[in-house]
């Protein structure tokens, strides 16, 4: 049986604790920074609370990215997805996709709720 230690796995969760600092959200998944902050993106969200590594139903590792109500929408479209983003480096550091996609008018506010970026153990 493959065995990966929690440790390997919190280092790697914990850039998205430490370094991540900006969420937009996106009418497409982006695939660079670039697309993220710029092409796709349909609003953000800075000053990110994300927690420490967990862990994580049924096996793994996760973050838990915390709820918000207060990001700022720049642009109008339908969400379908989100980035978050280390703007200090311009890194893509995630994405994924909305629990459900999201018309969005440019000027008006988004929320999201709280939820996991996990990484499972080793098969």
Known sequence: MAFINDRVFDNGLTILDTEANRLDICSTEPATYAAATS?????????????????????????????????????????????????????????????????VTNGNVFSLAAFDIGIPDAA
């Open 39 to 103: 092409t796709n993106t349909l609003g953000n969200k800075t000053s990110l609370s994300i927690g420490a590594p967990a862990d994580r139903t049924p096996t793994g590792r996760k973050v838990t990215v915390a709820s918000f109500t207060d990001g700022a929408v720049t642009a109008t479209n339908t969400a379908t997805h989100w980035a978050i983003t280390d703007t200090v480096n311009s890194r893509l550091l995630a994405t994924g996709a909305l629990s459900a996609s999201q018309a």
